[in-house]
């Protein structure tokens, strides 16, 4: 999709009809994915793990806003990933997840964050890189280049709308899954996912 600034630029639409329609768009994607998980990695992958910060506290009179954190990771191979807006940043918290979207078998790099430290004991080859020292274990060849790449990208994307909602964040994550998945040819793919949740 473009962004809102270019649809109203080049439509003459408003923002608001521009926004509602977005947001359409992200709840079918939430529909595909709700039909087809997200699942990478595998024996022989490696996926490499990582979270960011996407709303950062903000000094508002009055009101303290926490960061809101995200989890992700990508498929060095397929170049798909996933990312979940977080509440915790534990262990508790992130080792279901990476179940949840990563194969067992995978070999998992990560940085040394101690949430990681019991990767090895739920069916992963865990590798870490040490950020303090380099950039890409030298033993190992361990690095979240690819995941720190990926936060970029995604950020970026946020940074070019009309705005974004906080209470939206899972829905830009799910947008940005799909665009991870399906970016070498969008708009046939849209219009397959609104055949498919949508059937006449």
């Not at 926004?19 to 359409?24: A, E, I, L, T």
């Not at 990560?110 to 080859?125: K, L, P, Q």
Request: glycine share 8%; net charge positive; aromatic share 10%.
């Amino acid at each position: 999709m473009a962004t809102c600034k270019s649809i109203i630029r080049e439509c003459g639409l408003a923002t608001e009809a521009i926004v509602n329609w977005r947001n359409f768009v992200r709840d079918i994607f939430g529909e595909y994915f709700l039909q087809h998980p997200a699942r990478i990695g595998g024996p022989g992958h490696i996926v490499e793990i990582d979270e960011s910060a996407f709303s950062k506290r903000k000094a508002n009179v009055g009101r303290v806003i926490p960061t809101q954190w995200v989890f992700g990771g990508i498929d060095n191979q397929t170049k798909e990933g996933f990312l979940v807006a977080v509440p915790q940043r534990d262990a508790a918290t992130r080792l279901p997840i990476l179940q949840q979207y990563v194969l067992l078998g995978t070999t998992v790099m990560s940085d040394m964050w101690a949430a990681y430290n019991t990767i090895n004991n739920i069916g992963y080859r865990h590798l870490t890189v040490n950020h303090n020292l380099n950039f890409v274990d030298p033993a190992t060849g361990a690095t979240t280049n690819h995941v720190e790449s990926m936060w970029c990208r995604a950020k970026l994307r946020n940074k070019r709308e009309c705005g974004t909602a906080r209470s939206l964040i899972d829905s830009y994550m799910i947008e940005y899954m799909w665009r991870m998945r399906f970016g070498d040819n969008p708009f046939e793919n849209l219009i397959s996912c609104i055949r498919e949740v949508y059937p006449v």
